[in-house]
């Protein structure tokens, strides 16, 4: 069964940057039949896509935060990664890692979630 | 930009109701669409994919139709586990503002 895990900080401060990383297990994340993206959801509201990669490292983004955005894959550890720069408290959100499948993208497996606060 | 419309943002029934959301995106996206359920403190899970194809473990109640811009998820008769929060997503991966389905 295929296992996705988020992992970082779960307090960061204003201006600098967040970065989690999501393990997958019980599957690679190398198939060429699947992408891979973040999603958050800020407290009490609904879901942001933020970007999505593949296992040769093609990336897409949100436009609205394409500035501050890096994600990469590391396929030796089946793992990708999110870095956002400059964060403000409008970032803070539950963070989500999730398998896309298919022409239509729809994530078919999740990770748990990971609760990042920006705050000094 | 493709943006997704949800209606109505709250319904409110009993157990054994049928329930109708709608999902309307602002330029067809013939059948990519999915919906999902969330309920507090979990992660969403996919109940439909492809606007009508049900996910694998997803109960024969969820039923999903449309394509181009107007696509609906019924759920025949609510059972207690049904009351949570819906949302439809189209292939970007961008999604709806979400239908919270609640006890009435």
């Known amino acids: 069964q295929l296992q996705l895990q988020e992992s970082g900080p779960g307090l960061v401060k204003p201006s600098e940057t967040l970065s989690l990383t999501c393990t997958v297990s019980g599957g690679s994340i190398s198939s060429s039949s699947y992408y891979w993206g973040w999603i958050r959801q800020s407290p009490g509201k609904g879901l942001e896509w933020i970007g999505s990669?593949?296992?040769?490292?093609?990336?897409y983004y949100n436009p609205s935060l394409k500035s501050r955005l890096t994600i990469s894959v590391d396929t030796s550890k089946n793992q990708f990664s999110l870095k956002l720069t400059s964060v403000t408290a409008a970032d803070t959100a539950a963070y989500y890692c999730?398998?896309?499948?298919?022409?239509?993208?729809?994530?078919?497996?999740w990770g748990r979630g990971t609760l990042v606060t920006v705050s000094s | 930009e493709i943006v997704l419309t949800q209606s109505p943002a709250t319904l409110s029934l009993s157990p054994g109701e049928r329930a109708t959301l709608s999902c309307r995106a602002s330029q067809s996206i013939s059948t990519y669409l999915a919906w999902y359920q969330q309920k507090p403190g979990q992660a969403p899970r996919l109940l439909i994919y492809?606007?009508?194809n049900r996910a694998t473990g997803i109960p024969a109640r969820f039923s999903g139709s449309g394509s181009g811009t107007d696509f609906t998820l019924t759920i025949s008769s609510l059972e207690p586990e049904d009351f949570a929060v819906y949302y439809c997503q189209q292939p970007t991966p961008t999604f709806g503002g979400g239908t919270r389905v609640e006890i009435k």
């Open positions: 999730a398998r896309h499948s298919g022409a239509g993208m729809w994530s078919d497996y």
């Open positions: 990669i593949n296992y040769s490292g093609n990336t």
């Open positions: 492809d606007a009508s």
